[in-house]
């Protein structure tokens, strides 16, 4: 649950387990009160919403609710970071090589090696 919305800085994990921990302990007693969340969240000094986003994503890290588990989110965010650098790596190379293949921007025309421009350069 850490790390994962900006709650996460709110309030600290110690607190958030044991939230999540008394609204299971007090759903097991008496599965068909409904105010269990907002009585809890009021005792704690936290959000309605917050507390019940923890038991959500509680429930789905357990498998007993569909959705995202906390490790795939953070495995999900990684791979979109990874793609985008690939994307920004991917167009550097594209301008690169259309760089290169135009030889009024570039010395190294076609039939000019590109290794001869570098040791040139490195005489000046």
Same mark, same amino acid.
């Given at each position: ?35 269990? +969340?907002?009585?809890? &969240? /009021?005792?704690?000094?936290?959000? #309605? @919403? ?8 509680? $429930? +789905?890290?357990?498998? &007993? /609710?569909?959705?995202?588990?906390? #490790? @795939? ?8 970071? $990874?793609?985008?650098?690939?994307? /920004? ?36």
């Amino acid at each position: 649950m850490e790390g994962q919305n900006p709650s996460s800085k709110r309030y600290p994990p110690e607190l958030k387990e044991r939230a999540v921990r008394m609204v299971k302990d007090l759903r097991q007693q008496d599965p068909g009160d409904k105010a269990v +969340i907002s009585r809890v &969240a /009021r005792q704690l000094g936290v959000g #309605d @919403e917050s507390l019940r986003a923890w038991v959500k994503q509680s $429930e +789905i890290d357990a498998g &007993a /609710r569909a959705g995202l588990s906390t #490790d @795939e989110q953070a495995e999900l965010k990684e791979l979109r970071k $990874e793609v985008s650098e690939l994307r /920004r790596s991917n167009d550097i190379l594209q301008a690169a090589a259309s760089f290169m293949s135009n030889p009024r921007l570039c010395a190294a025309g076609p039939g000019r090696e590109v290794s001869s421009l570098v040791g040139r350069a490195g005489s000046r």
